[in-house]
């Protein structure tokens, strides 16, 4: 962790460990913003520290212009709808939020309050919003657009298993938008003549009966479907219940990859953080969201672990150190 990353969660604990009713009450004219945190400060402190620059790099001083209470759901469904109902009673001027869950419970909670997506996958196909371009409602924000990964993730397990094709696949059951990457990788499993075998997870219970009987199946090779907040919430719980497989496994967030895990394909997702907050600006600014075009990723990025790599016995193809934007050794 560098320095300037210190520095934040030292400054930010006391927001960070803030009960539901601690919120701050400066005097003037402060906006009042409401971040709903997934799992947990430690977690998402990439997150918050991209989010943040994107505010001060707009003008927004912390307790000046501006406020932003920090409310944390350690990986629950049912915690971030309480902190999303306690957002709306103190009727913050904006609700941040990432994933599906979380706008979908907003949008259940207020149709007034302004919400920004810093990263969600699907907002169309889950229901959250009408479209791309014209939003409508009240949420707005960026798109990571996951599904549309599913088939270079499984290109990627390819090139590790040359003439091998059976992959497992863990998915959430319980995530709304598990439906839409499940039928994107069953599309994108199809045309590359692979077959896949869905293992569901939604407690930390079923983690351990999920990889039992991924262990029983022998599969090639594990490819983690997106989750938040429950799989991004048990990071290294996955990462170890994999490492026994000890075969190739591909994660969506690169946190996976940054405890061990073999590899991530996907969005910078801190990217989209800092751009959240020029969503945070116009709103602000008297931009309504219903107007304001949702914007999508443009920038995928392969990060490899190396030292799991040599660790496990895997052999890396050359195909993928050309292609890896990060290395982790």
């Given at each position: 962790m560098n320095n300037r990353r210190k520095l934040?969660?030292?400054?930010?604990?006391?927001?960070?460990?803030?009960?539901?009713?601690?919120?701050?009450?400066?005097?003037?004219?402060?906006?009042?913003?409401?971040?709903?945190?997934?799992?947990?400060?430690?977690?998402?402190?990439?997150?918050?520290?991209?989010?943040?620059?994107?505010?001060?790099?707009?003008?927004?001083?912390?307790?000046?212009?501006?406020?932003?209470?920090?409310?944390?759901?350690g990986g629950s469904n049912e915690k971030v709808s309480e902190i999303i109902a306690e957002f709306v009673k103190r009727n913050v001027d904006v609700i941040v939020t990432s994933g599906t869950f979380a706008p979908l419970a907003a949008k259940k909670a207020t149709s007034t309050i302004p919400v920004v997506m810093a990263s969600v996958g699907d907002p169309v196909g889950t229901g959250i919003v009408e479209s791309l371009s014209r939003p409508g409602g009240n949420i707005t924000g960026l798109s990571s657009l996951e599904q549309g990964l599913m088939g270079k993730r499984l290109e990627i397990l390819r090139d590790f298993i040359p003439g091998h094709n059976r992959v497992a696949v863990l998915a959430n059951p319980l995530q709304p938008y598990t439906q839409v990457t499940l039928r994107a990788a069953r599309s994108a499993a199809?045309?590359?003549?692979?077959?896949?075998?869905?293992?569901?997870?939604?407690?930390?219970?079923?983690?351990?009966?999920?990889?039992?009987?991924?262990?029983?199946?022998?599969?090639?090779?594990?490819?983690?479907?997106?989750?938040?907040?429950?799989?991004?919430?048990?990071?290294?719980?996955?990462?170890?219940?994999?490492?026994?497989?000890?075969?190739?496994?591909?994660?969506?967030?690169?946190?996976?990859?940054?405890?061990?895990?073999?590899?991530?394909?996907?969005?910078?997702?801190?990217?989209?953080?800092?751009?959240?907050?020029?969503?945070?600006?116009?709103?602000l600014k008297g931009g309504k969201p219903s107007d304001l075009p949702i914007e999508q990723a443009t920038h995928f990025e392969l990060t490899l672990n190396s030292k799991t790599a040599k660790t496990l016995g895997i052999k890396v193809p050359q195909t993928i150190l050309v292609r890896a934007d990060k290395l982790i050794e």
């Open positions: 934040l969660l030292a400054l930010g604990a006391g927001a960070f460990a803030a009960p539901l009713s601690a919120f701050a009450q400066p005097t003037g004219k402060v906006f009042q913003i409401g971040y709903v945190g997934n799992s947990a400060p430690a977690a998402e402190a990439a997150y918050v520290e991209a989010f943040q620059q994107g505010l001060r790099e707009r003008g927004y001083i912390e307790g000046k212009n501006i406020v932003v209470n920090y409310l944390w759901a199809e045309a590359q003549r692979i077959t896949i075998q869905v293992f569901e997870a939604g407690t930390s219970g079923e983690l351990n009966s999920a990889f039992a009987a991924i262990a029983r199946a022998k599969p090639d090779a594990l490819m983690v479907l997106p989750d938040k907040p429950f799989f991004y919430s048990n990071i290294e719980i996955i990462v170890r219940l994999a490492e026994r497989l000890r075969i190739p496994a591909i994660y969506p967030f690169v946190e996976f990859v940054e405890k061990g895990g073999l590899v991530h394909y996907g969005t910078n997702v801190p990217s989209m953080f800092y751009r959240a907050g020029g969503y945070v600006d116009k709103i």
